[in-house]
């Protein structure tokens, strides 16, 4: 297949919006946050080393991005769940892999095919047309050399022709679509068994020596963390804005220095959005991505978008009809910014893939770029003269007070002098809330750091500096076993439990396997048997049931032919056996209707999926290399 990039004569269509790559890299170089390059690996690929500060950089703009989406619900904690490290670190490397594949198969962009992708760029345009002078402003306001922009250009549109070339060999055939349609519009209705676990918990014991097992084996988990407790002193940016004057000339200078940069808006989306988390164990995965496409299927349905997110989306902005406001580009992660932009006002996208888990956007409105004049910028540019002062303000202030703290002054009376106050939190461990604080990661990082006592720097939030002072500190400790005995021993308890269910859910499934009958089944060993009544196999979860742990409805083995489930399937703290009772096949006149759509879904699905083996097929032949040890310390 790959033989056609060495024949092929047709101009390639560049569909990679450099807007959105312009974004990516004024990000990685222009905000750069970590000052001192690196030079450490931290990985290598076939014999090419991506640096620590290539890491950091790019680690830093997608945790940005992250806390921008996430607010306060992304602690350190499901940083961690989430395993952004690791994500990052492993779109780099398949990056890393497609150029070299580009380059072993003679692939190249020429000068004209870069600067006709450039010149489309919107940033660097002026009345609808490629102005240099716009294009050199910009990356000049951004402090990045021209040359190394366009080298990064000439990678994205490498790596471009080599998926277009990979993708334009999908294909999907109308009897594909027609059975895969049939199948998930397939309404089924199933009898169950339902044994808990709880019912067993009554049952279990745990002797001295298992609970003593449990206690060594688990020390780690069982440990209690690091706590401090915090005095602090806020100085918000707008206590010290207030007390600062901004003359015209101020502004008007300020408007010059800014206006190809600041003033010219940019383009803006109005979206709502659902979202479907991506669950903690890998298993479950397959549930959340049948949940997204049930909701997906109901809007495509007709079913108004907000109506949809309130009842699916598992979002904070859920509850509100999944309102995200206005966005405009590089808000997003690149993945999705990229599919969210190529939608027109009342578009809805397909169901979008993230670390963060399953979206589907619905854009609303659209606002085209334009240049606002200085009479209608003067009282945005005199708050951000003002902010700006106001910040400097409070930078000096929060670093004086320090130096007087670290000197033996009390925080709360310094803080008094400027009309400020003192607070106290409570003993704090890492993973607790901290919902007064706007900077929480920072604020933690510098309280964990510092000594009982020791006065920090000052922490920069959004809107205004922290100065901490640790008043006690309180060491991670294993309490004895003496003190935690009773937590211990219900853990212990619960584990027998769940293993009593699973075994006693094996032994109902031989006697199902003979009889078929649920209800006597269940009747039978005093258990509690039930029916889901119609669902979809396309569902995201079963009636009465919920979403399973490790399976979504569709992948359930059961039929007319062969109708009882092949194992027990596991949801919450309950374990299920499954008979086949009845079933409906889908309506075929609404796929009539549906199916050019269908087609254009399942034709980007397969395209996904052939551009996911791929890479794959280059990870399993190359010599890959990770530094595990930087990660974990990163």
Known sequence: MLDVLRKRKRSWVVIFFLAIIVVVFIAFYGGNKFREPGTEKVAEINGEAISQR?????????????????????????????????????????????????????LAVSDDELMNAISRVPDFQV?????????????????????????????????QKLMDAIQDSAQVSESDVRERY??????????FIRVSTGDFLARQSADDAEIKAYYDKNKAALTEPLKVRIEYVFYP????????????????????????????????????????????????KPAARAKADSALAEVRAGKNFADVAKQFSEDTGGPQGGDLGWISRGQLIPTLDQAVFGLKRGDVSAVLESPLGYHIFKVEDVKEEKTTALKEATPEITRSLKAEKGKREAVRAADLDREKASGGAELALLAKERGLAAKQTPLLAASDTLPDISAVDEFKRSAFALAPKEVGAPVEAPNGYYLLRVVERKEPALPPLDTMRAVVERKVKESKAREAANEKAKALLDQLKKDKNADAVAK???????????????????????????????????????????RPYVQGDNVYLFVFKASQPAD??????????????????KRQSMLKKFVDSLKAKARIKIEESFLEES
């Open 127 to 159: 009345d609808g047309r490629f102005s240099k002078n716009r294009y050199l402003q910009v990356l000049s306001a951004s402090r990045i050399p021209a040359a190394q922009f366009e080298d990064e250009q000439r990678e994205q549109l490498l790596m």
């Open 54 to 106: 290539d890491f950091a950089v790019q680690y830093q703009r997608t945790l940005d991005i992250y806390r921008n989406m996430m607010k306060r619900e992304l602690t350190p904690e499901t940083q961690k769940t989430m395993k952004i490290k690791n994500t990052v670190l492993e779109d780099m490397i398949q990056r890393r892999l497609v150029l070299q594949e580009t380059r072993r198969l003679g």
């Open 524 to 566: 039978a060993n005093g258990v509690p048997s039930g029916e889901t009544g119609w669902f979809l196999r396309g569902d995201a979860e079963i009636p009465k049931v919920g979403p399973l742990q490790d399976m979504k409805p569709g992948g359930i083995p059961i039929s007319a032919a062969n109708p009882v489930a092949d």
């Open 237 to 284: 940016f707008e206590h010290f804005a207030a007390k600062t004057e901004i003359s015209p000339k101020e502004i008007e200078d300020y408007y010059v220095r800014n206006r190809e940069t600041r003033f010219q808006q940019q383009k803006a989306v109005k979206l709502r959005h659902i979202l479907v988390r991506a669950p903690a164990d890998a298993a479950q």
């Open 182 to 191: 049939a199948f998930g519009q397939e309404k089924v209705s199933f009898a």
């Open 588 to 605: 075929m006149q609404r796929f009539d209707k549906d199916k050019d759509r269908l087609a254009q879904e399942a034709l980007q699905e």
